[in-house]
């Protein structure tokens, strides 16, 4: 029997839970000729800003033993463009939700590029980055402090008329009460993890490898680490969790739905093959097969923990 492939949350319903990462599928149309897009779930824009942004010079991305680390610094070719050239070819897919990617340098920013955006047709919702370690604009600033995050998505919300998931970033103390923070504040779901701030040194030259010295680290090497800390905010908030960080294989999506992911997101998967998520949607539906699984969305936290 054909296993029911459909998730949702937040009001967004997804044919299968594989969702493509912001940063690493475009702005998902450039993916049309490598994925079939109607075979995944939704794709996540690169992070969108006000204004175009060129980004960090290169070298800004490098292969590391298990992982990549980047420093691209959100290049983006900002709202307005992205709402005119970008958004109406992937109307050719509406069964694969398009989530944009939204991040700024101040919280006003932040409810512009929102505004802006609610304007546009196609959207299924919106994922704030707080949590990029590469720029000061979308970044740790807001996702590391948790008075300031409360603030901004508080204010966001307020303004936006489409579903708000918020992006941490796994560089704090605790992930659960940052959660906690954002359930608070009125987001409607929440998405787990960004990159590791990290770094790489050429010991020949002495000098770090990026040009931004330091970068964020994904890929395999952060998936245990990211696996815990969505366990960790699945159990202190009732919203839903979007679970990423370093999946390759369907086992390792089955993995962060059992700690309570309603849906996973894949990144840096699709550098090694370009066609990794599709590939990772029609594997999570073979293993639900094979495991005797009817409905995907039973596997959202059914992690058995002994008892001690
Ligand atoms: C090259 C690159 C660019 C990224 N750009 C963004 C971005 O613009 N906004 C964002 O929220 N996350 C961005 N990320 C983070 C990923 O979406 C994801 O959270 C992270 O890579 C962990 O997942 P993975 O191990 O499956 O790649 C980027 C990651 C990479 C590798």
Known sequence: MKPDMKVEFAGIELTNPVIAASGTFGYGIEFEEIVSLERIGAFVSKGISLEPMAGHPAPRILQTPAGMLNAIGLQNI???????????????????????????????????????????????????????????????????????????????????????????????????????????????????????????????????????????????????????????????????????????????????MLAGATAVQVGTASYADPRATERLAKGIESWCRSHHVERVASLTGALEVPQK
């Open 78 to 256: 900002g709202v307005e463009e992205f709402i005119e050239k970008k958004l109406p070819p992937l109307k050719r897919y509406p069964s694969c939700k398009v989530i944009v990617n939204v991040f700024g340098y101040t919280v006003s920013e932040y409810k512009q590029v929102v505004e802006r955006l609610n304007d546009a047709d196609g959207v299924a919702a919106y994922e704030l980055n707080v949590s990029c370690p590469n720029v000061h604009a979308g970044g740790m600033a807001f996702g590391s402090d948790a008075g300031s995050l409360e603030y901004l998505v508080h204010e966001v919300k307020n303004v936006s008329k489409r579903p708000l998931v918020v992006k941490l970033s796994p560089n704090v103390t605790s992930i659960a009460a940052m959660a906690r923070v954002c359930a608070t504040a009125g987001a409607d779901a929440v998405s787990l993890v960004n990159t590791f701030l990290a770094m790489s040194i050429d010991v020949e030259t002495r000098k770090p490898r990026l040009t931004n010295v330091t970068g964020g680290l994904s890929g395999p090497a952060i998936k245990p680490i990211a696996l815990r800390m969505v366990y960790e905010a699945a159990k202190a908030v009732n919203i839903p969790i979007v679970g990423l960080g370093g999946i390759v294989t369907p086992e390792d999506a089955v993995e962060f």
